[in-house]
């Protein structure tokens, strides 16, 4: 647990407190729809173009084709 004391404020007919946000970070939403992408974001984990790897072994294509029978069929 925290020894220091954290600034509660308490909001009237709600269960919920605000705390203060925590240091470095931006406490206000994105303003409209287009998303500001933060540092550390990658091409890959937006679903841009993958890192190349050394080789595509046999299994490669196979795992890229094994998607959950909800998906319906996968192309690459």
Same mark, same amino acid.
């Given at each position: 647990?925290?020894?220091? +004391?954290?600034?509660?404020? %308490?909001? $009237?007919? !709600?269960? %919920?407190? %605000?705390?203060? +946000? @925590?240091?470095?970070?931006? $406490?206000?939403? =994105?303003?409209?729809? @287009?998303?500001?992408?933060? *540092?550390?974001?990658? #091409? *890959?984990?937006?679903?841009?173009? +993958? *890192? =190349?790897? !050394?080789?595509?072994?046999?299994? #490669? @294509?196979?795992?890229?084709?094994?998607? +959950? $029978?909800?998906?319906?069929?996968?192309? %690459?």
């Amino acid at each position: 647990m925290s020894e220091t +004391p954290e600034s509660i404020r %308490r909001v $009237p007919g !709600s269960r %919920r407190v %605000r705390t203060a +946000p @925590a240091p470095g970070s931006d $406490p206000s939403p =994105q303003a409209g729809m @287009a998303a500001v992408r933060a *540092a550390e974001d990658s #091409d *890959a984990g937006w679903g841009g173009k +993958p *890192a =190349q790897t !050394s080789g595509d072994s046999g299994n #490669d @294509a196979r795992m890229r084709a094994d998607v +959950p $029978p909800h998906w319906g069929t996968h192309t %690459r």
